[in-house]
C-alpha cells in the first residue's frame, strides 16, 4: 500500500517553455502533497506543501508564479515550471500524506528528472 | 523553522560491521523522525520512523533511538550487507505536517 506515482519520470525542454509534472496516490487518499527538489548528491528542499482544495503555501525563496501548483483531488497534485531556464534543471520529487491521519508519514514517488537545454 | 545535523557525510564499514549515523534536531516541538534510504536516481524509501513518545525502535538489522532532551536520534544498522549501501537522511517534522530532512549520508559497505 501507499504508492505514489509520478509522470514524466524524464523530460528535456527547452528554455522558456512550461513543463507539468504529476503526482498521483494510487492506493490512498491524500489530503497533503509536497513538492521537493534534489540537486546532484544533495538533500531534499521543500518547495510547497499542496493541500487538496485550497492554495499551496510555499516555502521561503520559492516563486509560486514560477512554480504553479494545483491540488484538485485527493490522489493527484500537479507541479507547472513555467518559463523554464537551465538553473530549474534538478530531480523533482512529490511526496503524500494519508488523509484522515495525524500521521506525518510521507510516501514519495519516483521523481522527475528535469533537463532544460 | 526546523534545522536537521547529519553526520558523518559519508562512512565506509566493512560487510558484516555496525554502521550508525547520527542527527540533532533544533525545534523542540518536532514529535516525528523518520529515516529514509536513497539509491542512486530512486525515490526515498522510508526504512524506520520514531515517535517521541518512544526511546527506541527496532526493526531486524535496523534501530532507532531518540534522546529528546539531547535533541539527537541515531540509525543503527547491524549485520551491515553489501545492498545496504545507499544514501541515508534523516528527518523531523515540523510545522503543518512537514519534514526538514538532513544533508544525508553516504554508507559504503566494502564486502
Known amino acids: 500500500g501507499a504508492v505514489v506515482s509520478q509522470h514524466p519520470s524524464w523530460v528535456i525542454c527547452k528554455s522558456g517553455t512550461s513543463v507539468k509534472i504529476e503526482c498521483r496516490s494510487l492506493?490512498?487518499?491524500?489530503?497533503?502533497m509536497f513538492w521537493y527538489r534534489q540537486f546532484p548528491k544533495q538533500s531534499l528542499m521543500l518547495m510547497a506543501t499542496?493541500?487538496?482544495?485550497?492554495?499551496?503555501?510555499?516555502e521561503q525563496g520559492v516563486e509560486k508564479d514560477k512554480f504553479l501548483i494545483n491540488h484538485a483531488s485527493l490522489t493527484l497534485s500537479t507541479l507547472t515550471v513555467t518559463s523554464a531556464h537551465p538553473e530549474d534543471s534538478s530531480f523533482y520529487i512529490c511526496s503524500a500524506s494519508l488523509h484522515g491521519t495525524v500521521s506525518y508519514e510521507q510516501y514519495f514517488g519516483p521523481g522527475t528528472r528535469l533537463t532544460v537545454t | 523553522g526546523e534545522n536537521v545535523e547529519q553526520h558523518p557525510s559519508t562512512l565506509s564499514v566493512q560487510e558484516g560491521d555496525s554502521a550508525v549515523i547520527k542527527c540533532t534536531y533544533s525545534d523542540s516541538a518536532s514529535n516525528y523522525f523518520p529515516w529514509y534510504k536513497q539509491e542512486l536516481g530512486k525515490r526515498p524509501q522510508l526504512i524506520i520512523d520514531i515517535r517521541s513518545n518512544v526511546g527506541e525502535k527496532k526493526d531486524q538489522r535496523i534501530a532507532v533511538t531518540l534522546n529528546k532532551t539531547a535533541k539527537h536520534f541515531s540509525l543503527h544498522i547491524t549485520e551491515t550487507q553489501p545492498e545496504d549501501s545507499a544514501v541515508y537522511f534523516c528527518a523531523a517534522s515540523y510545522g503543518n505536517n512537514r519534514l526538514a530532512f538532513g544533508k544525508g549520508n553516504q554508507v559504503v559497505v566494502i564486502p
Open positions: 492506493d490512498f487518499q491524500a489530503t497533503t
Open positions: 499542496s493541500n487538496e482544495g485550497s492554495k499551496a503555501t510555499y
